[in-house]
T-cell receptor
Framework: AQSVTQLDSQVPVFEEAPVELRCNYS??????LFWYVQYPNQGLQLLLK??????LVKGINGFEAEFNKSQTSFHLRKPSVHISDTAEYFC?????????????FGKGTHLIIQP | NAGVMQNPRHLVRRRGQEARLRCSPM?????VYWYRQLPEEGLKFMVY????????ESGMPKERFSAEFPKEGPSILRIQQVVRGDSAAYFC?????????????FGPGTRLTVL
């Protein structure tokens, strides 16, 4: 079984400032990791995913995340945020060994961009 | 290529009625996942289906909930005798292949309100 912890339920940031959204996971098996974004009243859109290889993953909209196996973390970062980045961000994991599991999500972090 | 379609987008039911939620996966996708999002919570996996088969229903409540993905037509999530605690957003996702590394593409969700 896996679990995902997103420590911050809300993160307020000024426009053009950098941001980091934290994600830690727990799993007894190897996992793949994902970040999704949800805009109001919409479905989830994939930002990026880590499967293997380089631990720094670049995604859409200028976001990147770094996988740290020893700290079981997968924090999401953006060097300069825009008003349009205001949304809910979800970290998720899935058993990389296959099987029939669905994604396990964290509770989400609401990113609030202040002008 | 149209994305994942869900309908209705909003559904209001009185306690004891049945709710039927529909999901049409992306073209070429034969794998469907259903998730439930309660207020202030992340998404919780409910069930994973392939055409005409339920692969994993470990996240489904044991009673009142059922899902199907027929050979023709959309996937259906059915909730019988709804209760207020069923009020939530229900999201469907689809993927082209069965692998854990494959991106799940999410629909806009159905927001169920039980009066």
């Amino acid at each position: 079984a896996q679990s995902v912890t997103q420590l911050d339920s809300q993160v307020p940031v000024f426009e053009e400032a950098p941001v980091e959204l934290r994600c830690n996971y727990s799993s007894s098996v190897s996992v793949y990791l994902f970040w999704y974004v949800q805009y109001p009243n919409q479905g989830l859109q994939l930002l990026l995913k880590y499967l293997s290889g380089s631990t720094l993953v670049k995604g859409i909209n200028g976001f990147e995340a770094e996988f740290n196996k020893s700290q079981t973390s997968f924090h999401l970062r953006k060097p300069s945020v825009h008003i349009s980045d205001t949304a809910e961000y979800f970290c998720a994991v899935i058993n990389s060994g296959g099987g029939a599991d669905g994604l396990t999500f964290g509770k989400g972090t609401h990113l609030i961009i202040q002008p | 290529n149209a994305g994942v379609m869900q309908n209705p987008r909003h559904l209001v039911r009185r306690r004891g009625q049945e709710a039927r939620l529909r999901c049409s996966p992306m073209k070429g996708h034969s794998h469907v996942y259903w998730y439930r999002q309660l207020p202030e919570e992340g998404l919780k996996f409910m069930v994973y289906l392939q055409k005409e088969n339920i692969i994993d229903e470990s996240g489904m409540p044991k009673e009142r909930f059922s899902a199907e993905f027929p050979k023709e037509g959309p996937s259906i999530l059915r909730i019988q005798q709804v209760v207020r605690g069923d009020s939530a957003a229900y999201f469907c996702a689809s993927s082209p292949l069965a692998g854990a590394a494959d991106t799940q593409y999410f629909g806009p969700g159905t927001r169920l309100t039980v009066l």
